[in-house]
């Protein structure tokens, strides 16, 4: 059924209107994590399915994110996408970045850090807050190479054994 809940229109109609276009490369690289940009890239049956797609026709692209394979499929199908640089995309679209955001707007945020790139800053970062703020029980670590909930911690307190002199001293 298409349009209003009352009509059904023939299949022909429908399939006009919808296409799947699977990528050739998904086959050629079945252990490859791979993003649809990526996959295209590698598919010329599939781009040129595209190309004859979208010729003539007004069209965009709307990734989930900008990525330079992104930027070329665009490229090859001279077709305008709605994003901003992978650069820009890449900077603010991250848990650092959202607090970065956040902290430019002068918006109160819990105490965090954020642009942590190797172990011993977060050791030191997480040592600073620890002490700064003795009666935080938890501290949710996220990684800003994750999504979806994946790449985060947590880190309670009560499994340091000094954290009690800590707190008396900063009563």
Known sequence: KTGSPNSIEKETNVSSRFTVIVPEAVSKFPTHCMSLAQHLKYSSKAMSRLTNMVKGKQALIIPGIVCLDTLAIADELDLPVYGSEPEVCHLYSTKSGSRRIFNAAGIDLPPGD??????????????????????????????????????????????????????????
């Not at 040592?127 to 190479?145: G, M, S, Y």
């Not at 999504?147 to 880190?155: A, C, E, M, W």
């Open 114 to 171: 954020y642009d942590i790139y190797n172990i011993q800053q977060l050791i030191e970062s997480l040592a600073n807050l620890i002490t700064n703020n003795p009666f935080v029980e938890k501290w949710i670590i996220k990684l800003d190479c994750q999504f979806d909930g994946r790449g985060s911690f947590v880190f309670n307190t009560e499994n340091i054994p000094c954290i009690y002199q800590v707190i008396h001293v900063n009563i």
